[in-house]
T-cell receptor
Framework: NAGVTQTPKFRILKIGQSMTLQCTQDMNHNYMYWYRQDPGMGLKLIYYSVGAGITDKGEVPNGYNVSRSTTEDFPLRLELAAPSQTSVYFC?????????????FGSGTQLSVL | GNSVTQMEGPVTLSEEAFLTINCTYTATGYPSLFWYVQYPGEGLQLLLKATKADDKGSNKGFEATYRKETTSFHLEKGSVQVSDSAVYFCALVEDQGAQKLVFGQGTRLTINP
């Protein structure tokens, strides 16, 4: 049972480059989320999805895009990387509709933009 | 808006010491509350939760009680172990529709043998 899988684990980008962070889950979860974690800070929500074909912005969406063409996959796209996007990125998912259900997190992608 | 505030870290304790990590929240209504833990090099995982006032969540010797009157959800453990070294996050669920979590800034805990 793989759970939530993120790739790559590490990446270094130059300013202005683009990349896609991959996230896939095998639990048939409806809800998926992208968070970023900056040093000494809590997690900030970038984008989320409540089902295939539905996405919406979180707290810090600028500079990012997402898509949700399937239930399993929720890739995060950085179009023009900037140093401010240096962070650790976590993908998470949740299956049920109850608000007290837990999130399942991937192991994260550490991104540096130089 | 909704927010979560945790005690400043890092926190360093000796093995078998008593642990308290303070967490207070600001929210409309009475959201479910959570503690997540992040071990080195890993993603977050749920430690415990409480869904209504006076509920006590517990797991692995950790406990937290949902206090409506003080809007708090402090994490406690009676005797910590080296293996408890991690970053601990308090969180609340903000939005009924999308069920987004709002996290505190995290508290890094180091336990020395």
């Amino acid at each position: 049972n793989a759970g939530v899988t993120q790739t790559p684990k590490f990446r270094i980008l130059k300013i202005g480059q683009s990349m896609t962070l991959q996230c896939t889950q095998d639990m048939n979860h409806n809800y998926m989320y992208w968070y970023r974690q900056d040093p000494g800070m809590g997690l900030k929500l970038i984008y989320y999805s409540v089902g295939a074909g539905i996405t919406d912005k979180g707290e810090v969406p600028n500079g990012y895009n997402v898509s949700r063409s399937t239930t399993e996959d929720f890739p995060l796209r950085l179009e023009l990387a900037a140093p401010s996007q240096t962070s650790v990125y976590f993908c998470a998912s949740k299956g049920g509709f109850a608000t007290n259900e837990k999130l399942f997190f991937g192991s994260g992608t550490q991104l540096s933009v130089l | 808006g909704n927010s979560v505030t945790q005690m400043e870290g890092p926190v360093t304790l000796s093995e078998e010491a008593f642990l308290t990590i303070n967490c207070t929240y600001t929210a409309t209504g009475y959201p479910s509350l959570f503690w997540y833990v992040q071990y080195p090099g890993e993603g977050l995982q749920l430690l415990l939760k409480a869904t209504k006032a006076d509920d006590k969540g517990s797991n692995k010797g950790f406990e937290a009680t949902y206090r409506k009157e003080t809007t708090s959800f402090h994490l406690e453990k009676g005797s910590v172990q080296v293996s408890d070294s991690a970053v601990y996050f308090c969180a609340l669920v903000e939005d009924q529709g999308a069920q987004k979590l709002v996290f505190g800034q995290g508290t890094r805990l180091t336990i020395n043998p």
